[in-house]
């Protein structure tokens, strides 16, 4: 990293700075070059640091690594991106509704939740054909099979397919019947697989890893971007703490916030397998998006008792009633709209698009 001195900066203030500089635990070196006076930092300070050398008084500017290197941050101002798929566009004031099954059991299955969600109003449906689950003695998904009916599903009810790729050698089967492909928890930092899905052109919904950090998240997102594929959207799903008994993993908020900060990407929340418990998904999907979520995505199943995966975290469909309206009114409170209770009741304007041809009729 390197910070640009002003020119004829007090050298008392630039001792100050590198006294603060040292404290915080980076070697430097000063040069002057081209005449510019600059301070060179050994090491990558976190995002929020570089204000903090910004605020002192002799600093011109502060360029970082990533600025013109790594294509996940928010650097020179780059505005937020969104990824549209079917006409349907996640991020950029749209907030989108993900829902579906853990598991594809059945088309019949399938189909009756599918057709009570499209009555709703949503658009994305999620649904596990390759399921990775921690014994193996687990229902491990219908394969090819499921990906099949996920392909029967969005032909019959016009729903952009959102499904798991677990390993490399799915990656045709996978690509040839989703729309999104999504790299699960466990294969956050499968870097090779990360690269693989970086060379398609399809959209791909990154989770993070149970146990990354932000920067670790952000990072193998980049791994995908890195190989041409700008199409990302990121997936806070909850973290692993030293809480195992009151839920399942803790919802980081908090990351919302700060990637929304750090990064031009979308990003999503699924409170789901957060919460491990359908009566705390609506609480968490609200404050996902006074966070600033562009999406939540929750599981569904219209007989839970019945579900060969993650019973206890599934909605039943009449559940998602009140989750869309309160989502909605949440949503407005940020300018921004819940796309699926627009879909259902008549799409109301977004604030920011109602603001834009009100200017453009004074223009």
């Known amino acids: 990293m390197l910070i640009i001195l002003k020119k004829g900066a007090d050298e008392k203030e630039v001792a100050r700075l ?72 996640i991020g950029g004031g749209n907030i989108e509704l993900i829902a579906g099954p853990c598991s594809v059991e059945s088309y019949e299955q399938t189909e009756r939740i599918a057709e ?48 798991e790729l677990l390993d490399v050698r799915n990656i045709d089967a996978v690509c040839e019947h989703a729309d999104i492909i999504q790299i699960g928890t466990r294969n956050a930092n499968n870097y090779a697989l990360l690269k693989e899905v970086g060379k398609l052109k399809k959209p791909v919904l990154l989770k993070r890893g149970i146990s990354s950090t932000i920067k670790e998240f952000l990072l193998s997102a980049e791994y995908i971007m890195c190989q041409g594929n700008s199409e990302v959207i990121l997936c806070e799903r909850g973290i692993r703490t030293f809480e195992s008994e009151a839920y399942r993993t803790s919802l980081d908020i908090t990351a919302v916030s700060v990637v929304k900060e750090v990064s031009h990407l979308p990003i999503i929340v699924d409170p789901s397998h957060s919460a491990g418990a359908w009566n705390l998904v609506e609480r968490l999907s609200l404050a996902s998006i006074a966070a600033g979520a562009d999406g939540i995505m929750v599981e569904v199943h219209d007989r839970p008792q019945e579900a060969l995966s993650d019973a206890g975290q599934s909605l039943k469909p009449e559940k998602l009633k009140p989750l869309i309206k309160k989502a909605a009114e949440v949503a407005e409170c940020f300018g921004k709209t819940f796309m ?9 304007e977004n604030p920011s698009e109602k603001r834009r041809k009100i200017k453009s009729k004074k223009d």
């Open 18 to 89: 590198l006294e603060n500089i040292k404290q915080s635990g980076y070697t430097y070196a000063r040069a002057n070059e081209g005449g510019a006076d600059m301070i060179e930092l050994e090491g990558a300070p976190s995002y929020f640091q570089l204000d903090f050398f910004r605020s002192f008084a002799p600093v011109k500017k502060v360029v970082t690594s990533f600025e013109y290197r790594e294509k996940v941050y928010r650097a020179g101002g780059k505005k937020d991106t969104s990824v549209t798929v079917k006409g349907r566009r």
């Open 116 to 163: 009570k969600l499209s009555k709703m109003g949503i658009r994305f449906f999620r649904g596990g054909a390759y399921k990775p689950r921690t014994s193996p003695y687990s229902f491990q998904g219908l394969n090819e099979n499921g990906l099949k009916i996920l392909s029967r599903i969005a032909k019959k009810y016009d729903m952009v397919i959102v499904t």
């Open 340 to 348: 699926c209770s627009a879909a259902a009741g008549g799409r109301k």
